[in-house]
């Protein structure tokens, strides 16, 4: 299925700010809601997402019942949604940058941002292929298809500092669906070709020359993820920026890879990795226009 007309893609583009009247929009747009705990992301209904529906009548009764509930879609039936998480722990936005440079994420129909600052990218389900959900934690990325939901807009996540807003930043033009498994793929090295450092800490010479050997065979498609898995192995063993250069950028540039690409992808690594505490707003997205704008992830 691929969605050519923009007053195609089954999304509102405006919602209520009421959470039950916004509900209501989104079934009668097509699109299945079932509630979830009020400031959370846990299932009010006894069967979660199974219990979606877009029955006006069932609706109005649950959040008759909970006006404050979040608002849950499941996905892999009208939509599937790539998830770029923001951690204490590291980002996904490198390698958001990665898959944008590879053609893996065009035809989004709309942006979403998380209360933790991360990003949802939401795409038209394909009809002809079911797309699994899956998840990357050390890419910090995962994909919600058949088997996932995801919390939408105008819901509330409570934290420490109050109640954070899932908001709609972005709407594409020409939605199409996302190809989740190339980009699964390029987020799983190939097992036969990846060599881990024995302990974290802890650099041998012979496991360094095989993981520079991997990087410089790496082929296209596979070049940029490949170079920043391996880099975010030699920062995650203790091995100091300059050091990474010296054994991964020779190996890459025999890969195919520019020297600008290089540099970014493998600094960006060592700060993934180092990261202690991201801001909410560090790395979002930056947005120009509505309808027909493009996103452009900073560093």
């Known amino acids: 299925m691929i969605i050519t007309d923009a007053t195609a893609w089954p999304l509102p583009t405006s919602l209520p700010k009421n959470l039950g009247e916004a509900a209501a929009t989104y079934a009668a747009a097509g699109i299945p809601v079932f509630p979830c705990v009020p400031g959370q992301k846990r299932p009010l209904t006894t069967h979660g997402f199974r219990d979606a529906t877009t029955d006006p009548a069932q609706i109005a009764a649950w959040w008759g019942r909970h006006p404050e509930a979040n608002i849950g879609i499941p996905t892999g039936t009208v939509i599937g949604v790539l998830d770029v998480d923001v951690h204490a722990t590291g980002t996904g936005y490198p390698i958001l940058r990665t898959l944008r440079r590879e053609g893996l994420i065009d035809g989004w129909g709309q942006a979403v941002r998380s209360p933790s600052g991360g990003l949802h990218l939401y795409y038209p389900a394909d009809s002809d292929v079911a797309r699994v959900s899956w998840s990357r934690s050390r890419a910090h990325v995962d994909f919600r298809g058949t088997g996932g939901y995801i919390i939408a807009p105008p819901s509330t996540i409570t934290t420490d500092r109050g109640n954070l807003r ?134």
Do not use: M
């Open 166 to 299: 899932y908001e709609t930043i972005a709407h594409g033009r020409n939605p199409r669906p996302v190809d989740a498994d190339a980009i699964r793929e390029l987020l799983t090295p190939q097992p036969e070709r990846t060599h881990h450092p024995a302990k974290p800490a802890v650099l041998r010479e012979r496991p360094v020359e095989q993981l520079a050997a991997w990087v410089a065979a790496l082929p296209e498609g596979n070049r940029n993820a490949g170079l920043f898995w391996a880099a975010c192995r030699l920062a995650e063993a203790g091995l100091p920026v300059p050091d990474t250069f010296a054994l991964l950028e020779p190996a890459a540039i025999d890969a195919g890879l520019e020297p600008q690409e290089i540099t970014a992808t493998i600094r960006s690594a060592h700060r993934t990795t180092r990261a202690v505490d991201v801001p909410d707003d560090r790395g979002l997205p930056l947005v120009r226009g509505h309808a027909d704008s493009s996103i452009c992830w900073g560093s």
